[in-house]
């Protein structure tokens, strides 16, 4: 399958089997499971998202989190298997606090 539209990602590459996966600091991500924000950045690591909610234009973290819902918290779920740091990222209600939430799990 080709690339994964923007926001969105494909969880049918996952659950990884429990005895294959790795601690969410060193995973190595398919192309499939990136993710792809507005801009057409490419995420392929907590690392990378935290550096980027530092320079996203508001724009862009409104179009991935907002009421209805939290791209990045979703894609912290589903493709790095962590539902408590997703829970806490959800709480947050802007981007510095989400970038302390995610320095604070890593």
């Keep these: 399958p080709g690339r994964a539209p923007i926001g969105k990602i494909q969880t049918s590459a996952l659950p990884l089997p429990s005895e294959e996966k790795k601690s969410s600091a060193r995973l190595q991500l398919r192309p499939d499971q990136?993710?792809?924000?507005?801009?057409?950045?490419?995420?392929?690591?907590?690392?990378?998202?935290?550096?980027?909610?530092?320079?996203?234009?508001?724009?862009?973290?409104?179009?991935?989190?907002?009421?209805?819902?939290?791209?990045?918290a979703n894609w912290v779920e589903h493709v790095f298997g962590e539902p408590e740091l997703a829970k806490r990222m959800r709480l947050a209600k802007n981007r510095k606090q989400m970038r302390a939430v995610l320095r604070e799990a890593h």
Excluded: C, G
Aim: negative net charge.
């Design 34 to 72: 990136f993710f792809y924000l507005q801009d057409s950045t490419i995420l392929t690591s907590l690392t990378e998202l935290s550096y980027q909610l530092e320079k996203m234009p508001e724009s862009t973290f409104a179009f991935h989190v907002n009421e209805e819902k939290n791209d990045f």
